[in-house]
């Protein structure tokens, strides 16, 4: 199995919080329970008054009509149940409004002493008979029932309701009972109240000192409940902000691990063919590795290396021009592409052996060392034509391998195997190639160039040498030809054949050309002053790359700037595999650094691929014969039969018009055989090897002779 099989872990749902206590919830909760205590306020008294009916009914006592001809206690006790019974029915619905239940307080209390005064009529004791201890014990249980409403005023309703009930019965006492002893203090008072005083203080003391004493318990009771809800408030504000910053520290972590789980999919997983990412391969192969390793130790067999036992070799494949394959048919045709490969890549793929995509176009694949397909033939195989439902795709593949020994760096692996690829594809792609060490020191070395490279020029590492161009009828020096040289802080001198082709292949070919532009043709103006007054004008010529040619806008600048600054002729060198291309826009690039006053040159005449059609059609003012055709000349050295070649070159230079500039001149047989064939000027270590503008300024001679 090759493909991910990525399943993202579902969170399980956490438990729903407790609903946090708020002030409305706690006032609901007083509130109901100040109707459950006037349930069980109106349930005890109901209690009561049965318990009290039950007493009158069961005594032995004969019925007393009164003078309405109702018998006064049971219809007290009948009025006393139905207030009970009416308070309970309020109660229970909860509409047992304040008012109504101060009334209530009230009528308890009148009915109580009612019953007391049915009791005085229809057994004629005295009304003080009747404000003895039970009636006052009830009158203190009443008072007390009122605390479960934990409300003072209606504490205070009770006490007050009590006393004047109280006093309105002592005062009818000392009215309807003349022989009570309350009658004689009547008497010496002469006054109810002074007789109410002196006979039932004691009771109303009591009955006052009771309801303050209750008073100030429910008052201190209901403090400490509105603290209580004060608290529950604020604690009810902290737990819900706890739960909102709990529900956004889950929603936070929710969404974290949703990111996690996203990105690490989108790192193992490749979404267009299903196959493993790159990461994701090199976790496969480290636990193939591991186990290699694990097996070897334990002396295991290769059934338990994961599949990829003794290591195995790493395969990287490339198609081959799929660049063109989606600029040309789309990148929908691209991707199908792409999904039919993979899907061919899975099946010819051992079972278990990792398969992954890995680039745009590259694939990977770790092949088991007892694999039954080896890479040549899985290449051959995936490069079979592919048929899909609209299109068939014709397409060769390039690959790398490497091999993947047991304890390998991975890094290093990967690695290899991709510099396997590139030498692959360099060598005219369609091949597969293992990785060559010497190869990779090559390209590493190569690469540590590159990398030096960027900083020459920022660090003043680059100079500019100077070879002269000589007049070989006559020996004077007639310009110069500007060569880079890069001075290494650890190589010392590095070759322009190593660096250039760097520099071109980076790009960095553009910034170093315009400054060579601008330090060649300030050394021209100072060269020119040296020479003197006197002295013919010098020209400087100076390389232009093709990779400049594409930077149209920056050449132009810099060659502008040049002209500007400099004391005599500037020539562009250009070599001939630049008109390969594109002749025609070639042409026009040319006529525009013409127009900025810059000469031509067309260097290394006779090795590139032009058509001689086209060199009338172009600017150039001089032609360079190539260093090869001037070896040529020497009748002592290889290849002498150039000279026809060499005389042909000068024969069509002067149809043209064109100055004819010969390299590579480094023998007097050399420069005397171009003076016959009527080349004007050369340029070779036969006059001078390239050198600083320093000795050139100190007057360091052409070697002529």
């Known amino acids: 199995m090759t493909a991910i099989q990525a399943t993202d872990a579902q969170a399980s749902p956490a438990p729903a919080p407790a609903p946090a206590p708020d002030a409305t919830h706690l006032a609901e909760l007083l509130r109901d329970h100040r109707r459950r205590a006037e349930i069980l306020v109106s349930l005890i008294q109901l209690a009561i008054v049965l318990l009290f009916g039950t007493l009158y009914f069961a005594a032995p006592m004969t019925f007393v009509m009164g ?118 203090d009547y008497v010496a008072y002469m006054t109810g109240a002074k007789v109410l005083i002196g006979a039932e203080i004691d009771k109303i003391v009591a009955i006052a000192a009771v309801t303050a004493i209750l008073t100030v318990a429910v008052t201190r009771g209901q403090q400490i409940l509105l603290r209580q809800i004060e608290s529950g408030e604020e604690n009810a504000r902290l737990f819900a902000e706890s739960r909102a910053l709990n529900h956004r520290l889950r929603d936070e972590i929710a969404e974290k691990e949703a990111a996690q789980t996203a990105l690490r999919r989108a790192a193992y997983v490749d979404t267009l063919t299903g196959l493993g990412s790159r990461l994701w391969l090199l976790d496969r192969l480290a636990e193939a590795t591991s186990a290699v390793t694990a097996a070897a130790a334990g002396g295991a067999t290769s059934a338990k290396t994961g599949g990829v036992p003794g290591g195995g070799t790493l395969v990287l494949m490339d198609i081959d021009n799929f660049g063109a394959i989606n600029s040309s048919l789309g990148q929908q045709a691209g991707d ?28 990977a694949a770790l092949l088991p060392a007892d694999s039954a397909i080896g890479p040549e033939e899985l290449l051959r195989r995936l490069s079979e034509d592919y048929v899909t439902a609209d299109r068939e795709f014709a397409v060769s593949f390039s690959a790398g391998t490497a091999m993947l020994p047991m304890g390998c760096d991975l890094d290093r692996a990967m690695r290899d195997a991709d510099t396997a690829l590139h030498q692959a594809k360099e060598g005219g792609r369609g091949r597969i ?163 900025l006053g810059a000469s031509l040159s067309m260097d290394d005449f006779g090795t590139g691929y032009s058509s001689l059609s086209q060199l009338h059609r172009l600017p150039f003012s001089t032609l360079k014969i190539d260093r090869s055709f001037t070896m040529g000349l020497d009748a002592a050295g290889p290849g002498g039969g150039t000279r026809p070649l060499v005389e042909a070159t000068l024969g069509l230079a002067r149809q043209l018009g064109l100055d004819v500039v010969a390299e590579g001149v480094e023998t007097p047989a050399q420069r005397n055989a171009l003076a016959e064939l009527g080349c004007a000027l050369g340029q070779g270590y036969l006059f001078s090897k390239p050198l600083p503008e320093a000795e050139l300024l100190n007057g360091a001679p052409a070697k002529g002779g």
């Open 433 to 595: 190639l293992a990785f060559d060490p010497a190869e990779h020191d090559r390209v590493a070395a190569r690469a540590r160039l590159a990398a030096g490279l960027r900083h020459a020029l920022s660090g003043r590492q680059l100079a500019l040498f100077y070879q002269p161009i000589v007049n070989l009828e006559d020996g004077r020096v007639a310009g110069f030809e500007a060569l880079i040289r890069w001075r290494h802080p650890e190589q010392g001198f590095v070759s322009p054949a190593q660096f250039i082709p760097i520099a071109e292949e980076t790009g960095q070919i553009v910034e170093i050309g315009a400054w060579a532009l601008d330090e060649a043709t300030a050394a021209l103006g100072r060269l020119q002053a040296a020479a003197g007054a006197g002295a013919p004008p010098l020209f400087m010529s100076v390389n232009v790359s093709a990779r400049q040619f594409a930077r149209v806008d920056v050449l132009t600048e810099a060659v502008r700037r040049a002209v500007d600054r400099a004391g005599g002729p500037l020539k562009l060198e250009v070599t001939e595999s630049l008109l390969i291309d594109d002749v025609e826009r070639a042409n026009a690039i040319l006529l525009r650094l013409a127009e």
């Open 67 to 184: 003078e309405t001809g109702v018998a006064p206690v049971p219809v007290a006790l009948a009025a006393y149940l139905v207030l009970c019974l009416l308070r309970l029915w309020l109660a229970r619905r909860d509409r047992l409004t304040p008012a109504l239940l101060h009334a209530s307080v009230v009528a308890d209390m009148a009915v109580l002493f009612g019953l007391i005064w049915s009791f005085h009529i229809q057994y004629h004791q005295p009304p003080a008979f009747y404000l003895k201890a039970p009636t006052l014990i009830y009158v203190f249980i009443f008072i007390a029932l009122r605390t479960l409403r934990l409300e003072p005023r209606y504490v205070v309703a009770a006490g007050i309701s009590a006393i004047v009930g109280w006093m309105a019965l002592a005062a009818y006492a000392v009215m309807a009972d003349p022989v009570h002893p309350i009658t004689r």
């Open 336 to 363: 199908t592409l792409l999904r039919a490969v993979a899907e061919r890549l899975t099946a010819l793929a051992p079972a278990g052996a990792p398969v992954a995509r890995i680039g745009a176009d590259t694939f």
